[in-house]
Antibody, heavy 118, light 105 residues
Framework: QVKLQESGPGLVKPSETLSLTCGVS?????????WTWVRQPPGKGLEWIGE???????NYTPSLKSRLAISLDKTKNQFSLTLTSVTASDAAVYYC???????????WGQGALVTVSS | SYDLTQPVSVSVALGQAATITCGAD??????VHWYQQKPGQAPVLVIY???NRPSGIPDRFSGSKSWSAATLTINRVQAADEADYYC????????FGGGTKLTVL
């Protein structure tokens, strides 16, 4: 059974860097899927923010492209998100997910709440 | 940019059918997926590629599509179906609709 689990600090100061990791079990991140990050600000809808393919190719939402990086760690079977210079608008629940055929997301992590505050 | 338009809210009586639309230009050319999200939980895929149900999703859930809108239909609505529902496509990147809150009366 495929499982994804987000981990990382729940509190980040404004202007600092947000880092989250998604551990994957029951599957290998070397398989041909798009490993994806989606976020959801409090009380709002889902926002796709970026993805990484098994070969390291990445796609980012244009609004975050200058601040965002997604990477793979095949030795630990996990992928990570780094978002620099955060502001209050980056506060959200961050989900990792596996993007399958036609970019459908059948497997999601439980979500990690990130608060931005000094 | 490609936008998916969903009604903010839909209300339906218990046991009746609910329909949630997802409007977009030429959506008929896209593969549309639907997710259910209950408070405090991750989204769950309920329909993929327009009208296919993942394993474990009741056949009360179905999807359809026309030239300019995709529709999620939930037949014989139950109290447990009360949730937010999101449509999603890929158009140079992943796009989610704004979400629809389904209220069961």
């Amino acid at each position: 059974q495929v499982k994804l689990q987000e981990s990382g600090p729940g509190l980040v100061k404004p202007s600092e860097t947000l880092s989250l990791t998604c551990g994957v079990s029951g599957d290998s991140i070397s398989n041909t899927y798009w490993w994806t990050w989606v976020r959801q600000p409090p009380g709002k809808g889902l926002e796709w923010i970026g993805e990484i393919f098994h070969n390291g190719a990445t796609n980012y939402t244009p609004s975050l492209k200058s601040r965002l990086a997604i990477s793979l760690d095949k030795t630990k079977n996990q992928f990570s998100l780094t978002l620099t210079s955060v502001t209050a608008s980056d506060a959200a629940v961050y989900y990792c997910a596996r993007g399958g055929s036609n970019w459908r997301f059948e497997y999601w992590g439980q979500g990690a709440l990130v608060t931005v505050s000094s | 940019s490609y936008d998916l338009t969903q009604p903010v809210s839909v209300s339906v009586a218990l046991g009746q059918a609910a329909t949630i639309t997802c409007g977009a230009d030429k959506i008929i050319t896209k593969n549309v997926h639907w997710y259910q999200q209950k408070p405090g939980q991750a989204p769950v895929l309920v329909i993929y590629r327009d009208n296919n149900r993942p394993s474990g999703i009741p056949d009360r859930f179905s999807g359809s599509k026309s030239w300019s809108a995709a529709t999620l239909t939930i037949n014989r609505v139950q109290a447990a179906d009360e949730a937010d529902y999101y449509c999603q496509v890929w158009d140079s990147h992943v796009i989610f609709g704004g979400g629809t809150k389904l209220t069961v009366l």
